[in-house]
């Protein structure tokens, strides 16, 4: 089998959605699964859906259209506020977009009204990330401007948190996130269908002792794939975290001081010189790299220490020789499994497929 790949478990992520969409639906919670780091693999949403989510989430117009292209018809939300130069296609091939900005929204409704259609928005809220959203006091006028809108229908609001400055889910912002919601039903005098918690970082507080609220969806992608919570990295309880492995072949291995020698710089990467490992005295490299994957986000097998990472070569240290040839297995965090999903050069292989669960891809790798 030809590497690097990134070997991707789908029973494990069939496992993880089937206990979220149950856990998350005993607090009124359902789950819009997310595949943007997949970059829209139909396998991927495929298996999200068979294991119960009821509706999809991506943040990019090509990846949405990967998914219907490779047969997806459930219900596509865009997470990302769209760009003002895509609304036909937002229009033609997502159910929902998350807004915040007005003019887009004059745009969508053109679009929509031009192709014939109703388009739904969530309109998202800033509750102090400092990502997207509308401020707080903004966000019943801009509801007011989508209910004129024609071509336009006002499912819901949302956050989001945790991504750009690390702000917790927590108790107080979920609370006005809720009482935001009510407010904008009762000024526009109108349903709200979605109340949007957040992401993966929202699962702990979810099941915690908080009450939910008003708050009936969150987008999930990580805890999903991955099985863990962004806000630590640690595993969700009940969840498999071995849904991705980048495997490399190994291209050299041998005894090697652990002490660089000659006058010392930067790296290829400008990075100061690395710390003189200890872990061993057989130096290893394996065929990969930065523009395959994140090195400093994958876990090497017991024994084995990463050293130093360069566009194409990954140096490992350890104790004994490795067999030039052979395969070795890193666990991959989120960060790496989006660069090896993204990156040409790395093969994909979906393992663990339920028969007839997921659609056979034209070919596994892109
Ligand atoms: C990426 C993203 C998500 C999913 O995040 P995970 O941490 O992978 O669960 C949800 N909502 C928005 C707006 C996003 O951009």
Redesign the pocket.
């Known amino acids: 089998m030809s590497a690097p790949r990134l070997e991707i478990r789908l029973d494990a992520i069939a496992h993880n959605t089937t206990s979220m969409v149950r856990r998350l639906g005993e607090q009124g919670i359902s789950v819009?699964a997310?595949t943007?780091?997949t970059l829209g693999a139909p396998e991927i949403a495929a298996t999200f859906l068979a294991a119960g989510a009821g509706a999809l989430?991506d943040?990019r117009l090509p990846n949405v259209r990967r998914l219907r292209r490779g047969g997806i018809r459930a219900p596509v939300t865009l997470?990302?506020t769209p760009m003002l130069s895509e609304v036909d296609g937002i229009v033609e091939h997502c159910d929902i977009s998350?807004n915040t900005e007005p003019e887009v929204l004059a745009a969508l409704s053109l679009a929509a009204v031009a192709a014939d259609r109703v388009h739904g928005v969530v309109l998202?809220v800033e509750l102090g990330d400092l990502?997207?959203g509308i401020m707080p006091n903004d966000l019943c006028a801009v509801a007011a401007g989508v209910c004129d809108l024609p071509g336009l229908s006002l499912r819901g609001i949302?956050a989001?948190l945790?991504?750009s400055s690390g702000v917790v889910p927590d108790e107080a912002n979920m609370a006005e996130l809720s009482a935001l919601a009510g407010r904008v039903e009762h000024t526009g005098g109108l349903e709200l269908e979605i109340v949007?918690g957040?992401?993966?970082?929202n699962v702990s507080w979810a099941l915690g002792p908080a009450r939910v609220g008003r708050i009936n969806d969150?987008?999930?992608?990580?805890?999903?794939?991955l099985g863990c919570d962004?806000l630590d990295r640690t595993p969700i309880p009940g969840l498999r975290t071995d849904g991705a492995t980048v495997v490399a072949e190994v291209i050299e291995s041998g005894l090697k001081p652990t002490t660089p020698w000659g006058t010392r710089g930067a790296n290829a990467f400008g990075e100061p010189p690395a710390a003189v490992s200890a872990a061993g005295p057989v130096q290893t490299i394996v065929a990969l790299g930065r523009q395959d994957t994140d090195p400093g986000d994958l876990a090497p097998p017991e024994g084995i220490e990463i050293v130093a990472s360069s566009s194409d070569h990954l140096v490992l240290r350890g104790a004994h020789p490795v067999p030039v040839g052979s395969e070795m297995s890193f666990s991959a965090g989120?960060s790496a499994v989006l660069r090896a999903m993204t990156s040409p050069t790395v093969t994909k292989v979906y393992l663990g497929a339920e028969p007839g669960a997921a659609p056979t891809p034209a070919r596994s790798a892109r």
């Open positions: 819009t997310v943007k780091a989430g943040s997470l990302r998350c998202m990502r997207e949302g989001n945790a991504c949007s957040g992401n993966s970082a969150l987008r999930l992608g990580e805890a999903l794939l962004p989120y």
